[in-house]
């Protein structure tokens, strides 16, 4: 069985997978947008609800100061449009969250079928001889596998790689605005995360490419040895399985 390859250029590969977003680039567009207000609305929701809190403690001291704990020293209404508009918020991101995810699921599930359509046409232009150089195991694994390795990556990366950027930017805003200390102290820790990250990334697709060779190797025991039992016998090969 021959050995999985790794692309000669992760970027030219990558643009070669591009190509089948761009029947659907303003769907994706769309998902982009969604996640942005989504994480928006989640990110800054907090601070809103932060001023009921402060109200909560004013009205506190106001009343410890006066000897006694009066409800008029709580602005009820306030704190009342405070929470409805946090509420508000929370319920658009929860919509705005929900199209995401619909929309993005319809799009890469057409994106793999677009993609599973052309390594069928690539499969059928191959000469008998490479088909004959391949295992049916191999071909399995990377016409089922490997595919739905990209569709399970697409459909969770995309939008959690929005949703993270779109988070870290706007929580760096709002650190800063309270403290640039802790702020320069969160900036620190994440360039220190992404530099750990860049050393073990190497060494995990590595351990990823080696998996996917030990699953096409026993895509091809299961699909030579055990499915193929009847050609076996056949050919009188049972010694060799």
């Not at 030219?12 to 942005?36: C, D, E, H, M, S």
């Not at 989640?42 to 006066?66: N, V």
């Not at 006694?68 to 929470?83: P, R, V």
């Not at 079928?113 to 049916?136: E, T």
Request: proline letters at 2%; hydrophobic letters at 45%; glycine letters at 6%.
């Amino acid at each position: 069985m021959l050995g999985r390859k790794t692309p000669r250029s992760t970027r030219k590969t990558f643009l070669r997978l591009i190509q089948f977003f761009g029947p659907y680039r303003w769907a994706f567009l769309a998902v982009i947008i969604l996640a942005i207000c989504s994480t928006l609305t989640e990110t800054f929701s907090p601070a809103i609800l932060g001023q009921a809190t402060t109200l909560i403690a004013d009205g506190l001291q106001h009343g410890a100061s006066q000897a006694g704990l009066d409800a008029s020293a709580f602005d009820f209404d306030q704190i009342e449009g405070i929470i409805l508009t946090c509420a508000s918020l929370y319920l658009v991101s929860g919509i705005v969250r929900y199209f995401q995810d619909f929309i993005l699921s319809r799009t890469v599930s057409k994106t793999i079928a677009d993609l599973r359509q052309a390594m069928q046409i690539k499969l059928n232009r191959l000469p008998i001889s490479r088909l004959d150089s391949l295992s049916n195991g191999e071909i399995l694994s990377r016409a089922i596998n490997d595919v739905e390795n990209i569709a399970r990556t697409l459909q969770q990366n995309i939008s959690q790689a929005i949703i993270s950027i779109t988070q870290f930017i706007c929580v760096t805003i709002m650190v800063l605005s309270l403290s640039y200390k802790i702020g320069g102290m969160m900036v620190l820790s994440v360039f220190i995360a992404l530099f750990v990250v860049s050393r073990l990334t190497p060494i995990t697709q590595r351990l990823f490419a080696d998996r996917q060779r030990l699953q096409g190797r026993l895509n091809d025991l299961i699909e030579e040895d055990y499915n193929g039992q009847m050609e076996i016998k056949a050919f009188n090969q049972e010694d060799y399985h």
